[in-house]
């Protein structure tokens, strides 16, 4: 089964030239979300409200209520606010709670009314990620060895939230975990997808899939 990936942004990971004020801005945004004390390099943004939000490595309150507020919009107008909002844990998150990256993300999803959050999902061994050359990170079958949920049944629909999508694999290893609890999980949200060729509207993506 596959997932309907909506993401709030996009930008280019293997460069030809400069990235682009869009590419920048998303860039930027998941830096902030994931604590990242890489240079900021960006111009600032404003959210669905029309509120500004500095891209600032210590304004990372107002980044997420910036994702939050759109994410929620998103869940709404696909008449899912009722779901439960997962976030998909990080390589090395072991612990049922939701002081991780996504975990944080999802609570500001259902702050702004989309949805439930429950973080329920993590893994029983930390694992380095793929970035760092772990090949298993992004294995869906061997993920789902060492993905865990704190229920023993899911039932409605279920959000999942991450920060990046690259492959996807742990999007969905989430989603084959959680459906065989009896959770219905056809839509995830994510900061910004990753791509290698530029696009024409980096904050105005169509939604995408991914699995099999």
Sequence with gaps: MTLIVHAFGAYRTVLT????RE?????????IIKKDTTTIRATDMVDLDGLPVKLSSGNRADVLRMFGKWGARRVRSLGIADAIVVGVPGSSHTTADGN????RM??????YGGGRARPILYFTEAMKPAHQGNKKARDIDYLGTVLACTEPQVTGNVVLVDDVVTTGAHMVACAKKLRALGATVTIALCAAQTVKLAVPEPLNLPPFTIGS
């Design 106 to 111: 999802a609570a500001a999803v259902a702050q």
């Design 23 to 31: 590419e920048l801005q998303m860039s930027s945004v998941v830096k």
């Design 100 to 103: 991780f990256t996504a975990g």
């Design 17 to 20: 030239g400069g990235r682009n």
